[in-house]
């Protein structure tokens, strides 16, 4: 068998088959990897980002400079050093502390809940949307032109010749 | 030269003549649209000139005066100072509401001016009338604002150097950035008023067949190009000034740029289906209303105080205004659309789901929904405050988990669409087209794996870059082939470069926000610490001080090389710190130095925090490649294509309908 042929067959089925089970070694592999334990400064870091600053207009306890913020990453710190609590717990510590205004994540009950379930009703809404779209475009041919109708749009084009203005490429 | 005290009169002046201009300018071209009369329609030139004249004397006006610190005006007193540096006095003009009003006012006066010019051989035509009518009437609209809610010329009584004539905030005169970030943003937000504008026209006149996307293309790409280098950037000048080592935070003001954009994305490519094939003409309309109105509801949203955010530097009055202007384009939009209801059906239709222009119509699905959820988020704290009474905050753990599998699933589409045919695509061309790109996201993620990358979300993000970097690169290798350098040229091709820029854009937002490491150091002069591979000593630290500021500054050594030196500034006007950060930057990694309150020159103590962020220069050189490729588009390729050329879908003979 040629090379090109051969490579004409691997792109087949072969081919396919091989870079599925590569693919899904590699994420299988690289997303249970074991990294090691996140140093406190990390801990620190990425439960200051989950939490905004309570007296600024919109920035996290993680971009804010002013000293609620350090105080509540001292906080926070002071939480991750010294205790055995959780991320999730220590974001649940510093919410009472400093007010539910410290809280960026919406909660997934009450009034609240919305903006989350909002989003997937529009999601599943869009794909039936989208389903029923193909489906009469599939089927949508109900009109046949008629003689007229061709002379028209050829007379149209004839007309349109001379006038055309630079169109573009697609 | 003028009394200092005429500014204030030269601009209200300039203001009412421009109103006045563009008004009468737009009921000019309606009565001659309306009697048919051709000399009227020239009539409406010297409006149109007269309305950029009074914009740029205006402008002109506001920037003599705070050159001159002419303190008898109320925004010079907000945003001037004696000690501003000259260049960012010259930007303190979009440094306020009032000022960045001016600045769009001109922008859309000077792209009215050009659509006059460029259409000025066609101008009774009613299409481009109507256009030029709309685009006056929204020229009026903010003339009026500039004339009302939001005067920057309104006169105040002698300053009181104790409260006032501070200088603009001290995150806008701090860096470079400041001088282009908003201008390139402005001319993106502007620039779809012009396709907007034939829109409507195309609905009054009751032409919404193809003619109209053909004027507007370019027109859609060129503020498509500018709003996307207009965000970039924002996120440059974000990693550049406020000091926490990120580029994008979702704050409001972000999020009020990136809606245009999103819609605004979703139109280029849906246009191409309308073009092609006749479809989606209401969807393409209503996407063009929504970009447009987007930008109106965003500078509402940001610019109102309705919503909090540290780059609104604004609380203004406009917001009922702005409010108005939003629901009046709007109801207007909506009410023609409906009006023209009968002549927006689409003739064409979808063969297969598997093709181009099901690709193009998933990817409007996904970027709409994108901008919904992002809008959501945005407006969601005052539904909640509006209806039980309480403040929440909505950020970047909402915006991150929402958007991340739009985003995915945004990364593969672009890998697959460039290989689909129009109409129908088999398994056969599929399995051929895809590939060497699939391979290519397969060594992508390999890769990445071998180099230590983690976490199923970066390691798909990379591997669906590598897919889809592949089959852009296929596209442009079989173009360049082909045509030679005319490859490159053309929309499709040109849109190859600009989803590279893209993928650039994703893998180095994907790498930085996921893998980097960051520590805080208190380190003594001449000591060295080590993190990440990488050793900091600490050479020097020492205060410095300025007209405008007092501070500190360390000058740390990164492996024994080179010194950078962040700084801590006080503006002592404001009171305010601005942490001024140092990056060593390369095309692998940057180095992002900040010094910390804690700080002491009089011990040798420097506070240290170290950020080590992968591939941040991949955004930088992403946003680059997205505005060459956007050049690359709006050149014609050789395959050009008359607007008359048969666009709309094939429609089967007779005997195929009933014989086969």
Known sequence: MSGARALQHAKRWPGWVLLVLVVAGLLAYGSTKDVGARTPEERVEEISKQLACPICDGETVYESRNTASISIRAEIRAQVTTTDAGDDEIIAYIVQQFGAQTQLLPRASGFESLVWVIPSVALVCAAVGLWFAFRRWRTAVDTVPDEQDRALVAAALAAGDGAGEAGDDT | MLAEGLNGFLGHSALIVGLAASLFGAMAMIAAIRTRNPRLVRTVIPYGWLALVAAVVAVVAMERALITRDWSLAYVQKVGSYDTPALFNFTALWSALEGSILLWLLLLAMYTAIVMRRYRARLADPAVGWALAVMLLVTAFFFMLALGPTDAFREAAAPNFAMCCRGPNPLLQNHLLVMFHPPILYLGFVGFTVPFAFAIAALVTGRVGEGWLVETRRWALFAWGFLTLGIVLGGWWSYEVLGWGGVWAWDPVENASLLPWLTGTAYIHSVMVQERRGMLRVWNLSLLVATFSLTILGT????????????????????????????????????????????????????????????????????????????????????????????????SPFFDAMTRPI?????????????????????????????????????????????????????????????????????????????????????TNGGMVVHLGVIMIAVGLAASNSYTHAAEFTVQEGETVSFAGHTFTVVDVYDFSDERSVGIKADISIDGGQAYTPAISKYTAFGMDVATPSVKSSFVKDIYLTVENGTKPSTGTAKLKVFVKPMVMWIWIGGLLCGVGTVLAAFPGRNRRRPTDAVSAPVPLEEEIAGV
């Open chain 2, 300 to 395: 509402f949203l940001t610019r109102s105080g309705v919503v909090n955010s540290v780059h609104a530097f604004s609380d203004g009055t406009i917001g009922p205004f702005l409010l108005g202007g939003f629901g009046v384009v709007l109801v207007v939009s909506l009410a023609l659309i409906g009006w023209r209801g009968d002549r927006l059906r689409s003739p064409g239709a979808i063969d297969s789901p598997v093709s181009r222009e099901g690709a193009f119509l998933a990817n409007n699905v996904l970027l709409a929904l994108f901008a919904f959820v992002i809008l959501l988020g945005t407006v969601f704290p005052l539904i909640v405050e509006a209806k039980e009474d309480r403040q929440i905050a909505v950020g």
């Open chain 2, 407 to 491: 985003g995915l699933v945004l990364l593969f589409l672009m890998a697959v669409a460039p290989a689909l045919p129009w109409r129908k695509a088999s398994g056969e061309l599929l399995r051929d087209r895809l590939f060497w790109p699939a391979w290519c996201g397969a060594g992508t993620l390999a890769l990445a794996v071998g180099v230590g990358a983690t976490g199923w979300a970066p390691l798909l993000a990379f591997a669906f870059a590598g897919f889809a970097g592949g089959a852009a690169i296929r596209q442009l290798v079989l173009a360049a082939r082909r045509q030679g350098y005319r490859g490159l040229l053309g929309r």
